[in-house]
């Protein structure tokens, strides 16, 4: 989806950048930008699955080593 603006005879710069600016958000670009902006990509099952494990094998070393003292 490509906004395309050409500058007018005797126009300014400023004034077709103003044009192109106004372009852009009435197209619904900007927030369609924003909203994809932070979105997650779902890992694949198992990418997720290693993460989980590591996840509780860190969990669990933490928890050992706050019971004996060390953290």
């Known amino acids: 989806m490509a906004i395309e603006v ?3 005879e ?3 710069s400023s004034s077709m ?4 600016t106004k372009r852009v958000q009435h ?3 900007v927030k369609e930008v924003r ?3 932070f979105t997650k990509r779902i890992a694949n099952r198992g990418k997720r ?3 989980a494990l590591y996840k ?3 969990q669990g070393e933490f928890a050992e080593s706050k019971k004996y ?3």
């Open 56 to 58: 509780l094998e860190k």
């Open 6 to 8: 050409r500058k007018r």
């Open 10 to 12: 005797g126009e300014t």
């Open 17 to 20: 950048l103003y044009r192109f």
């Open 69 to 71: 003292g060390s953290k």
């Open 27 to 29: 197209s619904g670009l």
């Open 49 to 51: 699955r290693n993460a």
């Open 35 to 37: 909203k994809r902006q």
